[in-house]
């Protein structure tokens, strides 16, 4: 069974850090392209930043360009996201997702199959 399960997120300052992963089951990570994806409350999910499936390019939204970092650990089957300098507008619920029908980083949810279940970030003083 395929899983991909989200952890990780919580309650930060702003100027604060968080670390989020994503822990795949069922499946290799090592062919996929990642993402990470986020929902505030009334808008539609957006890309965050990604990770081509050979880890050899990433690709992040300007908003989140310097203070966001994407990894992968794929001995552990695992992705990441390592969130620096938190700000109140990055309050969203968090998503992880991979496809193995593209190799390089994909922006649009339609690209990706699979998506862990989401996890909250709150930033807030």
């Known amino acids: 069974q395929v899983q991909f399960v989200a952890s990780g997120g919580g309650s930060v300052q702003p100027g604060g850090s968080l670390r989020l992963s994503c822990a795949a089951s069922?499946?290799?990570?090592?062919?996929?392209?990642v993402g990470w994806f986020r929902q505030a409350p009334g808008k539609e999910r957006e890309f965050v930043a990604g990770?081509?499936?050979?880890?050899?390019?990433?690709y992040y939204a300007d908003f989140v360009k310097g203070r966001f970092t994407i990894s992968r650990d794929k001995a552990k089957n695992m992705v990441y996201l390592q969130m620096n300098s938190l700000k109140p507008e990055d309050t969203a619920v968090y998503y992880c997702?991979?496809?193995?029908?593209?190799?390089?980083?994909?922006?649009?949810?339609?690209?990706?199959?699979?998506w862990g279940q989401g996890t909250q970030v709150t930033v807030s003083s």
């Open positions: 069922g499946f290799s990570l090592d062919d996929y392209a």
């Open positions: 990770m081509s499936w050979s880890g050899g390019s990433t």
């Open positions: 997702a991979a496809t193995a029908q593209y190799t390089q980083v994909m922006t649009s949810t339609t690209r990706y199959p699979y």
